[in-house]
């Protein structure tokens, strides 16, 4: 069994061969039942337990979003839940944030202690929007039953889309949804600068956004984030690869084969995910991932501040 445990030579890493994949396969069955890739938890434990603390983790973390992310995709496509102007506003205001965070995380984070400072803060913000998305939506179960009736009758996908330069308006579950093109652009750019830092292509961070600031449903949302998240990891994958000869002295460029494994376990955990979370309750997949979130970020911001 000693051919199965390998070295990574790009990261350092030496694992077992089926760690990596088995590994972003839990994490992505459960994230993707709450429509975000699962870039966000893989980035802590390729830290914290591979040890994998180079600047080319994050490129590492965007390659698995490329390959895991168009089985999740494919499904919201399939059944008509991608509001495509959003998609691309999205990925026309995440891109160039994308690129930029990609040269701050090289120029300005390159310390595994600093970074992970970093990580805590973003990781909170995360599990704090979980809570609160728990809390609100029990609120909201309590009072449901009501409109509950009118509401089964409605068709659960996206339909009357209309695109200006300046507002996108959409029908979604008999309700009309609109937003603005230019905020949501500026949101995503804004956005996009802590993805690429993180290494997480900002889709796992933006859809909070559209949910909390213009009350968009997260199901017409989700589509729209990860396709968002796939393109612009496409970038910051070709942007690490780039710049790896300018920093020659660190490792920059993705570990190809170390991401390759992640993908492959997140591509069949996020479309297992996605056709089994009718069977497991919303606030029980989020109360599972607010413990793993908020566990790293205190310890993250704790051993910073200590």
Sequence with gaps: MDFLYINFPVSGVTTWVFIPPLTAFIVSFFTSMGGVSGAFMLLPFQMSVLNYTAPS??????????????SGVWRYV?????????????????LPGVLIGAWVRLEY?????????????????????LVWDIVKNKKQ???????????????????????????VTFKFSGQTFSFSVPAACSLCFI??????IYGIGGGAIIAPFFVAFFHLPVHAVAGAALMGTFVTSIAGVIVYQLLA??????????????????????????????????????????????????????????????
């Design 57 to 70: 983790v994050s490129g590492t973390n965007q390659l698995f979003n490329i390959i895991a992310i168009p």
């Design 78 to 94: 399939k059944e008509r839940r991608m509001v495509w102007p959003l998609t691309w506003a999205v990925i026309i205001g995440t």
């Design 109 to 129: 984070l390159p310390e595994p202690r600093n970074f992970k400072f970093f990580v805590g803060l973003v990781l909170l913000y995360i599990g704090i929007k």
């Design 141 to 167: 179960n309590t009072v449901s039953v009501k409109s509950e009736a009118p509401e089964q009758n409605t068709e659960f996908v996206i339909s009357h889309t209309s695109f200006s330069f300046k507002q």
């Design 191 to 196: 956005v996009g600068i802590i993805g690429g």
């Design 245 to 306: 000869p300018a920093y020659s002295g660190i490792s920059v460029a993705p570990d190809w084969f170390l991401g390759i494994l992640f993908g492959i376990g997140g591509f069949c955990g996020m479309y297992l995910g996605a056709r089994c979370q009718k069977y497991v309750p919303v606030h029980i997949i989020k109360l599972i991932l607010c413990f793993c979130v908020l566990f790293v970020a205190c310890k993250y911001i704790y051993d910073f501040v200590v």
